[in-house]
């Protein structure tokens, strides 16, 4: 069984650029969710996605969207870079109607 | 904006002792998890429980959840170095809002070996 694995691991962008972070999602999930989490604080979910559609979303700008693919892996993409998205994305599967997520490792993006 | 409140913001102990761990949180919920977190990579689902529970075990953790004061306490028994990490409490919400989290600040924990 594999785990949630995030490409890339770093990723270093100059302001007002696009960046797309890639996710795969755990075998057996079909629901996949994205989280900022800026240093020294909690994640902060950003949207979910279950059966290609977006299932919830957090107090995100529209400049943050997403995919999710029909093998369930998904991507973040964040278009017109700001200096405040500099933070580590983690992405999460699990199986809708069972708790309890499983996290990848993160992509830190650091936006210069 | 997150809904938990964790306390202590940072914990520093010596290998053997004991762990503990709050957390508050604003509305109702249908489970509270916690994770654990080494150095700012993704984090690891240790436990959860359910808002019908008020107790649950998994090994050396022990997790309490009181729905009537909205809080709940993680106690890591005997600790170890390895244990050294951030951990962090996140609430599912009553209302299935696609199993969407919400996580605390996190408490700091290191373990002096």
């Known amino acids: 069984e594999t785990g949630v694995t995030q490409s890339p691991t770093h990723l270093i962008k100059t302001r007002g650029q696009q960046v797309t972070l890639r996710c795969s999602s755990q075998?057996?999930?079909?629901?996949v969710s994205w989280y900022q989490q800026a240093l020294g604080q909690g994640p902060q979910f950003i949207f979910q996605?279950?059966?290609?559609?977006?299932?919830g979303r957090g107090n995100f700008p529209p400049r943050f969207s997403g995919l999710q693919f029909p093998n369930y892996s998904s991507e973040l993409n964040v278009n017109a870079l700001e200096l405040d998205d500099s933070a580590l994305y983690l992405c999460?599967?699990?199986?809708?109607?069972?708790?309890?997520?499983?996290f990848g490792s993160g992509t830190r993006l650091t936006v210069v | 904006s997150q809904q938990g409140e964790e306390d202590p913001q940072a914990l520093s102990i010596q290998e053997g002792e004991n762990a503990t761990m709050n957390c508050s949180y604003k509305?109702?919920?249908?489970?509270l998890q916690w994770y654990r977190q080494n150095s700012g990579r993704g984090l690891v689902h240790l436990i959860l429980?359910?808002?019908?529970?008020r107790e649950k075990h998994s090994g050396r953790l022990r997790v309490t959840l009181d729905t009537s004061k909205k809080s709940s306490s993680l106690l890591i028994t005997a600790s170890r170095a390895a244990d050294t990490a951030s951990y962090f409490c996140?609430?599912?919400?009553?209302?299935?809002?696609?199993?969407?989290?919400?996580f605390g600040g996190g408490t700091r924990v290191l373990v002096k070996p």
């Open positions: 429980i359910r808002s019908n529970e």
């Open positions: 999460a599967s699990s199986s809708r109607g069972i708790y309890g997520y499983t």
């Open positions: 996140a609430t599912a919400p009553m209302v299935d809002a696609g199993n969407k989290l919400t």
């Open positions: 996605y279950y059966r290609e559609e977006e299932n």
């Open positions: 075998s057996g999930h079909n629901t």
């Open positions: 509305t109702s919920i249908n489970n």
